[in-house]
């Protein structure tokens, strides 16, 4: 008689069922086991039979595949972890990572927080360096401490963009956004004259039972927004979850991120995971040809860009970067360790500085920081507003990037060697992060001078340059 083979899937059962916010007891009896059963289960002690699991599944309707995959996406998650320069020296093999994530699950997720701890930590400790120095004390900023959050998780909620894509399933069942908000929600979708508006571009009435949209919005304005009304009623939740897991000192920090959050699951509905994974790859994150695919904007799809980095099915790690003519950055999103300027002005020789001159039009630029690191970016305006003669615009511009390592998968460095210079000869523009943290001295376009360096008298010479520096 052949022996029934088990699963041993301790870990991923225990958050499934914290999930679903049952308790031992209540989940033994809907499986007719008992509740120390149940703990043996969780605590790996025993196997997961396939005839439990067929229960498990049918019981809570849960894909038998996904129950199985907890250890090899915690493997993947400690993988990308273990890359940080501080482990830098430490060897170790992937069937450690496995046994670590497998064998001891508690482990796994006590260091995956903590390093995600560290993280916010070290972009606090620098807030409070350069406020030190003089800048501008932004650790109660809330549009700072916004950003650490994110930062500290590379903008990668991966429990978000699952809840998002079966909304966007449940959506394309009913056809389109309107069908849907009547259905599930008895909600009429109407799209009425910006007068009537009163300032707002969306706005729910739950007295008339209607979700009104500014009629003066693009297609992919209106897409948008309609998503974004149904996360917010339909994803809570998840969002919710998401947050608990960062400390807000400030009660408007905490706001904004949940917008962004919430943003973020909007974006995923609009560009479900699985099927925006897989057409990056065949367009070869041409960002336009997408947008047009999934009916968004340019900006939209370069933001989704940066948030894939789901475990076990993660693409090119980007960053993102959005800014005014004078030079505000009024969004900033880090998916591939660029280091971005926290406090003053960003690198002037940067071609997202330069893009305000040719609209519209996609600027390729390779950059070099000081310390050798080589990224390749995309530059181009956009144009938020308008919509109606006489209604107001607002032009910005948006870079996105990556780290040279992986420019050869994007369709803008075709005819260029992987080393990041293209053939014709055009090398790589020397930036740095800020004028206060680059040590080039022949840079004509530097404001400041750098930290640590003696600037010179020009009492009987003055250089060409901004400034003069001595050897010393």
């Known amino acids: ?160 963009d699952d809840a998002a894509e079966r909304l966007a399933q449940a959506i394309g069942a009913r056809d389109n956004f309107a069908a849907y908000f009547q259905a599930r929600h008895g909600l009429r979708v109407r799209r009425v004259p910006a007068s009537f508006m009163v300032g707002s571009t969306r706005r729910l009435d739950p007295h008339r039972q209607e979700v009104l949209l500014d009629d003066s919005l693009d297609a992919a304005s209106q897409a948008f927004q309609l998503a974004l009304q149904l996360c917010y009623l339909e994803l809570g939740e998840e969002i919710d979850a998401v947050l608990a897991g960062g400390g807000f000192a400030s009660e408007n920090g905490e706001r904004l991120t949940r917008r962004a959050l919430a943003s973020y699951a909007a974006a995923a509905v609009l560009m479900p995971y699985s099927a925006f994974a897989r057409a990056v790859e065949a367009r070869r994150y041409d960002v336009e040809a997408l947008a047009r695919q999934f009916g968004c904007s340019f900006e939209q799809t370069a933001h989704r860009l940066t948030t894939l980095q789901k475990p076990g099915q993660a693409r090119v790690p980007f960053f993102f970067i959005r800014v005014d003519p004078a030079g505000n950055v009024s969004k900033r999103l880090d998916g591939a360790g660029f280091p971005f300027a926290r406090h003053g002005g960003g690198c002037p020789l940067w071609s997202i500085h330069h893009v305000f001159r040719t609209p519209r039009e996609i600027v390729t630029q390779w950059l070099e920081l000081p310390d050798g690191q080589r990224f390749f970016s995309i530059a181009r305006t956009v144009t938020a507003g308008g919509g109606a003669f006489g209604a107001p615009r607002v032009e910005r511009a948006i870079a996105l990037g990556c780290a040279a390592e992986h420019a050869g998968k994007l369709i803008y460095t075709a005819g260029q060697t992987p080393a990041g210079q293209a053939r014709g000869g055009e090398a790589a523009t020397p930036i740095g992060v800020t004028c206060r943290l680059c040590q080039r001295t022949d840079c004509t376009a530097r404001s400041e001078p750098p930290i640590g360096r003696q600037i010179l008298p020009d009492d009987l010479r003055r250089t060409s340059l901004p400034f003069g520096f001595s050897d010393s």
């Open 1 to 160: 008689m052949a022996t029934e083979r088990g699963l041993y899937v301790g870990p991923r059962l225990r958050r499934m069922r914290r999930d679903l916010g049952l308790t031992q007891a209540d989940m033994a009896a809907a499986l007719e086991v008992s509740a120390s059963y149940i703990a043996l289960l969780e605590r790996n002690n025993r196997p997961l039979t396939a005839g439990l699991l067929l229960k498990l599944a049918q019981t809570y309707q849960i894909d038998m595949a996904a129950l199985g995959s907890g250890a090899a996406e915690d493997s993947q998650r400690l993988q990308g972890v273990l890359k940080d320069p501080v482990f830098a020296g430490i060897e170790w093999g992937a069937s450690e990572l496995t046994d670590v994530a497998t064998n001891f699950p508690g482990v796994t997720e006590a260091l995956l927080r903590l390093y995600t701890t560290y993280q916010e930590g070290q972009l606090a400790f620098a807030d409070r360096g350069a406020a030190a120095a003089g800048e501008a004390d932004d650790v109660a900023d809330p549009v700072a401490e916004s950003r650490r959050f994110l930062a500290a998780r590379r903008n990668s909620f991966p429990t978000l």
